[in-house]
């Protein structure tokens, strides 16, 4: 790679990245990340896990508080690899597969990167449209994509913007928002089960570990890997568990018995607190950079199979998808597949962190993320095993799929117990799995990238 002096990203994968970020840039980009509608909306599968009873407050709020503890600390992890070498997050999967064998992850990073983008595009339009007039939904649509594709254009001058203009307007609508919701008046935090606990944790624990696939993609541009690891655990975390708290507030006061069954309850929700509509506003403007950044990764995601294609290009095709996939399609019906992929990136990462940092030892020398890297074929099999626990616990939404697993597990007699986690089981399983199939190189001192 050759050197550059340019101030933001470089346009093509063979071009060596700025280190421009430092702490504070990455907190306060990942904060902006976590600072997210999505939150919100998805808190009622925190609240009501699928297939369980409605949670208790203490237990939908503590779910909340350890899922996105764990689920941001696996995020840090995934952030130092691309600190320490530089490349992006599916570039990092040539050290586990090679080139070749890293296309099949990234495919299905570029499926749930679009996805998660026209999500946010939609959620934009949706706030958007509540506070003014909803025959404008689709006008709000191709905007926000418009802008998000606009910053993806300039990253990491999108990030120092938001470093020093939109945290502080956030941080008072959030603050804001959560007083208010309080003041409604909390229910009894005992009054309600706890049997869907760990469900209801793999949701809020979901979120930051989707944004996995995507950490290096920043993390390549930090000035160090401790300040990518902070910047991605201490923002996240704390956004994490002011919006997932938000929801859950906001659905057993403001909303409360009369729900509707949607999602979007919750925004209506905010709306119908004082001055909700100015803090809703300021957070819809903040949404766009959650799209912004999915639009972004798909670029880089797209640099691992072409990388010399400049990456403006990519992301001004990717967020045209973004806004006709908004348009066209129940992207909120999707959210369902979007998790289900985000289960494929739990166990891998468990890989990646094992790999990289105990069987490796965090060295990025001998991490090859060059086209002739050479893939460790068998490191497939401890993400498949890790896969296939998480689906034996917890095997989602999506109906056709979920019904396969759940018939699978009662052939064979399997009833997961209501205390087991099925991402804390599926990365235990995977990192464990790693150990295992790297045990005889490790013992033999024949580890090689």
């Not at 996105?68 to 952030?79: C, D, F, T």
């Not at 990092?92 to 990234?106: D, E, I, Q, V």
């Not at 809703?280 to 999915?294: G, P, T």
């Not at 087991?420 to 190189?441: I, N, Q």
């Amino acid at each position: 790679m050759t050197a550059t002096t340019e101030i933001d990203a470089p346009l093509t994968l063979t071009t060596e990245p700025p280190r421009t970020l430092g702490l504070a840039d990455q907190i306060a980009l990942w904060s902006s990340l976590g600072v997210s509608l999505l939150l919100p909306v998805a808190a009622v599968f925190v609240l009501r896990p699928f297939g369980f009873p409605e949670l208790s407050l203490a237990a939908a709020l503590t779910a909340v508080v350890v899922g996105s503890l764990v689920g941001s600390a696996l995020l840090g992890l995934a952030a130092v690899p691309g600190a320490r070498t530089g490349a992006p997050a599916m570039v990092l999967l040539r050290g586990l597969f090679g080139r070749t064998g890293s296309y099949l992850p990234t495919a299905l990073n570029l499926l749930q990167c679009i996805g998660w983008a026209s999500l946010e595009v939609l959620i934009i339009a949706e706030a958007a449209a509540r506070l003014t007039d909803e025959r404008l939904r689709p006008l709000y649509i191709v905007a926000a994509g418009a802008l998000a594709t606009f910053m993806a254009v300039r990253p990491l001058r999108a990030v120092r913007a938001i470093r020093r203009y939109a945290v502080w307007l956030v941080l008072l609508a959030t603050a804001y928002l959560l007083v208010r919701v309080v003041q409604e008046g909390l229910p009894d935090l005992g009054a309600g089960s706890w049997s869907g606990f760990w469900p209801a944790m793999d949701v809020v624990i979901a979120l930051p570990v989707s944004w996995a696939p995507l950490a290096a993609d920043y993390a390549r541009h930090s000035r160090s890997d401790r300040a990518a690891f902070g910047g991605a655990f201490v923002g996240y975390g704390l956004a994490s568990i002011a919006y997932f708290s938000l929801g859950v507030l906001a659905l057993v006061t403001v909303v409360g018995a009369d729900a509707t069954g949607s999602p979007y309850d919750v925004i209506a929700a905010l709306l119908a607190v004082p001055a909700g509509a100015l803090a809703l506003a300021i957070l819809a403007v903040d949404e766009v950079d959650e799209a912004f950044a999915n639009v972004y990764s798909t670029a880089m995601s797209a640099h691992n199979v072409a990388p010399r294609l400049d990456r403006r290009w990519l992301a001004v095709g990717v967020g045209g998808a973004a806004v006709i996939v908004a348009l066209a399609i129940d992207v909120v019906a999707y959210e369902s597949f979007l998790l289900l992929i985000g289960s494929v990136f739990v166990p891998l990462f468990a890989v990646v962190v094992v790999e990289f940092f105990v069987v490796r030892g965090g060295r990025a020398a001998d991490w090859d993320v060059s086209r002739a890297a050479r893939g460790h074929w068998l490191l497939l099999l401890p993400w498949l095993l890790g896969f296939v626990a998480y689906q034996f616990v917890n095997p989602g939404a999506v109906e056709s799929w979920a019904a396969w697993w759940i018939d699978i597990r009662e052939s064979i007699g399997f009833t997961p117990a209501s205390w087991l986690s099925a991402s804390l089981l599926s990365f235990a399983v995977a990192a464990l799995g790693t150990l295992v199939v790297r045990l005889p190189a490790l013992l033999h001192g024949k580890v090689a990238a």
